[in-house]
């Protein structure tokens, strides 16, 4: 399934988005890319053998990559945008008008990578995602590193310091050549100045303490932006308290951006395996452990 860019309008803001649908679907998978990219993160160009999307709607699962709030159709109105539930009512604004009454299976399935963890989080927390069965989380942390915050708190709108960049994509031959040269590339948003800066240390906990769907956070084994220690590592999952399960999957031979590098097939099965669980869980399923590490 080829996916198809869409763009709908949630209260006079127009919301875009790629799009693949599969009759009678499983679940729905909504997918929320990081800074400065798009929703093309998920469908990596030039290598469909890589492409979350793609891989849903072969597993019978309809998904959205959404343009985040600011980002791709909604870009000449991201200073509406600074306020959290404003953003998040306009996902589920973007998800709700581009499924219209097509049937959504189980439920939403949450997929999210670096900052566009902060608004799944905020999702999965809401009111408005009384469907939502399952929650991923890659490229984020509690913690920055040091040298990844020096660069992150010196990066505005129009420039980025040298060494985010080579941060962000390192090593180099994780990954298919195209993606290094700039193919996922977007202009990023003001307001996730702020986000970035610090989201993680006033909001991750509370957010995290309040999600009650299954979670699985994944991590890169050569993850350079965020703290990703075995005691780091713990510390995440300990906070999703009440979670009925968090499970950590831990990507060899990966680096930060798990979507779009040469393992991204792989991860991709293992957050659809994942969705599976969460599927059977929403049907009547029965959770063997709380807490697990694969």
Request: charged fraction near 15%.
């Given at each position: 399934m080829i996916p198809t860019p869409r763009v709908v309008m949630v209260d006079g803001i127009p919301m875009s988005a790629l799009v693949a649908e599969v009759a009678d679907p499983r679940a729905v998978v909504v997918a929320i890319h990081g800074g400065a990219t798009s929703s093309a993160y998920f469908d990596c160009p030039g290598h469909p053998e890589l492409s979350l999307l793609r891989a849903a709607t072969a597993a019978g699962v309809t998904a959205i990559a959404l343009d985040r709030p600011g980002y791709g159709a909604s870009a000449l109105w991201a200073d509406e945008m600074t306020?959290?539930?404003?953003r998040v009512a306009l996902s589920y604004g973007a998800v709700d008008r581009t499924l219209g009454e097509t049937q959504r299976g189980a439920g939403l399935f949450l997929v999210a990578h670096s900052a566009g963890c902060e608004l799944a989080l905020r999702m999965a927390v809401d009111d408005r995602g009384g469907d939502v069965i399952g929650l991923e989380l890659a490229g984020t942390g509690l913690r920055y590193r040091p040298e990844a915050l020096?660069?992150?708190e010196a990066a505005t709108v129009t420039s980025r310091p040298a060494g985010l960049r080579d941060l962000?994509?390192?090593p180099t031959e994780f990954y298919p050549p195209?993606?290094?040269t700039g193919a996922l590339s977007a202009p990023g948003v003001a307001y996730e100045g702020r986000v970035t800066a610090g989201w993680t240390r006033r909001d991750f906990s509370e957010l995290a303490a309040r999600?009650?769907?299954?979670?699985?956070?994944?991590?890169a084994d050569h993850e350079a932006v965020w703290e990703s220690s075995a005691d780091a590592v713990a510390a995440i999952a300990s906070g999703f308290s009440n979670a009925p399960t968090v499970a950590v999957n831990e990507m060899a031979d990966?680096?930060?951006?798990l979507s779009v590098g040469r393992?991204?097939?792989?991860?991709?099965?293992r957050v659809l395996t994942f969705l599976d669980g969460c599927v059977a869980a929403k049907r009547?399923?029965?959770v063997e452990s709380k807490v697990e590490a694969e």
């Open positions: 306020e959290p539930d404003r020096a660069l992150i962000l994509w390192q195209e993606v290094l999600v009650s769907v299954p979670v699985e956070f994944s991590v990966s680096g930060h951006n393992t991204a097939g792989g991860y991709h099965q009547g399923g029965r």
